[in-house]
Nanobody, 118 residues
């Protein structure tokens, strides 16, 4: 499975960005897709995930500001980020988890940088 992320960039505080991650390859082997982020000097942390059926999990730090969605027909997951603040700055990584009973691997995209200025 290959994950191609896009949509990052510089933005001012209060602004919005939309990240996209398109999966290709052995799509049948993955289930949940989502986003992690890593701020400078910090560990990578989960931001949001969505299963193939549309169940979502959102980190408390972004709840109410970020929305995750998925287009299964296009094998693409989106992260709509609103009301961004400087603490949201970091590299955002797309992740795809294995489908139970079929897949065994977790896949990561190359990361896309989000920089929020005050």
């Amino acid at each position: 499975v290959q994950l191609q992320a896009s949509g990052g960039g510089p933005v001012q505080a209060g602004g919005s960005l939309r990240l996209s991650c398109k999966a290709s390859g052995s799509i049948f082997s993955i289930n949940d897709m989502g986003w992690y982020r890593q701020a400078p000097g910090k560990q990578r942390e989960p931001v949001a995930t969505i299963t193939s059926r549309g169940s979502t999990t959102i980190a408390d730090s972004v709840k109410g500001r970020f929305t995750i969605s998925r287009d299964n027909a296009k094998n693409t997951v989106f992260l709509q980020m609103n009301s961004l603040n400087p603490e949201d700055t970091g590299v955002y990584y797309c992740r795809a988890g294995p489908r139970l009973g079929i897949g065994t691997k977790t896949y990561w995209g190359q990361g896309t940088l989000v920089t929020v200025s005050s």
